[in-house]
């Protein structure tokens, strides 16, 4: 199976600020990824796919980068209403497998 | 507008069947695919399996023994069976659009095994 390894595993940010969320996959998925936001007791909701693709109706200060087995979401201006887990996912190949979730606060 | 919305029982003795529906509303089951991903409390996500819209199947291999994804197209419902279960089984089951990134979501079923 392909292992994601995501960090950090906490995150307290400051309202405006920029923030960068780390997933490593144990071997190159192709830009086969996803990202998604979970806020407490909801369901996760798709925000990147592709690597890079933003969802519809994913604000701007959310994208995606990346290639091969390093990627990241970045959320520039940070909302309050940002404040969720974040989890990455790897569609490339069987099973698909999620990273282990970052908590993000604010400071 | 697109929506899930599964249902099921809340409680399961270990080592019961597990019967799962997830009833789809603005979307055919004849061209989406509908996966199963679940959640153990304050832990992260587990895919479990995908019905595609041919009516194929594809399943997590760790679980794969245990478990069985099917469709009823005429009633818009997917249904998961999972047998076997043990208190590890116990996590909130959501079914999702698409079969390789998830776009659309229902709002999950908290499944507990217990005695």
């Known amino acids: 199976d392909i292992q994601m390894t995501q960090s950090p595993a906490s995150l307290s940010a400051s309202l405006g600020e920029t923030v960068t969320i780390e997933c490593r996959a144990s071997e190159d998925i192709y830009n086969g990824l996803a990202w998604y936001q979970q806020k407490p007791g909801k369901s996760p909701q798709l925000l990147i796919y592709n690597a890079n693709s933003l969802h519809t109706g994913v604000p701007s200060r959310f994208s995606g980068s990346g290639s091969g087995t390093q990627y990241s979401l970045k959320i520039n201006s940070l909302q309050s209403e940002d404040v969720a887990s974040y989890f990455c996912?790897?569609?490339?190949?069987?099973?698909?497998?999620f990273g282990s979730g970052t908590k993000l606060e604010i400071k | 507008q697109v929506q899930l919305k599964e249902s099921g029982p809340g409680l399961v003795q270990p080592s019961q069947t597990l019967s799962l529906t997830c009833t789809v509303s603005?979307?055919?089951?004849?061209?989406?695919?509908v996966s199963w991903i679940r959640q153990p409390p304050g832990k992260g996500l587990e895919w479990m399996g995908v019905i595609w819209s041919n009516g194929g199947t594809d399943y997590n291999s760790a679980i794969k023994s245990r478990l069985s994804i099917s469709r009823d197209t005429s009633k818009s419902q997917v249904f998961l069976k999972m047998n076997s279960l043990q208190t590890e089984d116990t996590a909130m089951y959501f079914c999702?659009?698409?079969?390789?990134?998830?776009?659309?979501w229902g709002q999950g079923v908290m499944v507990t095994v217990s005695s």
């Open positions: 603005g979307l055919s089951l004849t061209s989406n695919s």
């Open positions: 999702a659009r698409r079969e390789w990134w998830f776009d659309y």
């Open positions: 996912q790897q569609y490339y190949d069987y099973p698909f497998t």
